[in-house]
């Protein structure tokens, strides 16, 4: 049933890093765009970063500089690096994918930045 899987999120102090995983289910055919969004609470779910098949990236202005996405094509797998994270980056972070007009999202992995 779950389509999307995430991993890596935790606690980390501020100025540290981490490492987001999720892993598409191999049944999800021609996958498009995939892309990390995260939430806060009393906050609207926002778009991090987001990377086509053909490999281009688009970053949030807040991010810019600090996060990278990556893929993984035959893998059906996407990769946020987080670096010099700050505490404003705390938030749960929710994976997405899309595919032929079918959206999908994970179930969300909660990272904390403490400062």
């Known amino acids: 049933q779950v389509q999307l899987v995430e991993s890596g999120g935790g606690l980390v102090q501020a100025g540290g890093s981490l490492r987001l995983s999720c892993a598409a289910s191999?049944?999800?055919?021609?996958?498009?765009?995939m892309a990390w969004y995260r939430q806060a609470p009393g906050n609207q779910r926002e778009l991090v970063a987001s990377?086509?098949?053909?490999?281009?990236?688009n970053y949030a202005d807040s991010v810019k500089g600090r996060f990278t996405i990556s893929r993984d094509n035959a893998k059906n797998t996407v990769w946020l690096q987080m670096n010099s994270l700050k505490p404003e980056d705390t938030a749960v972070y929710y994976c997405?994918?899309?595919?032929?007009?079918?959206?999908?999202w994970g179930q969300g992995t909660q990272v904390t930045v403490s400062s």
């Open positions: 191999r049944r999800i055919f021609s996958i498009n765009t």
């Open positions: 990377i086509r098949g053909i490999g281009t990236t």
């Open positions: 997405n994918a899309d595919s032929a007009g079918i959206v999908y």
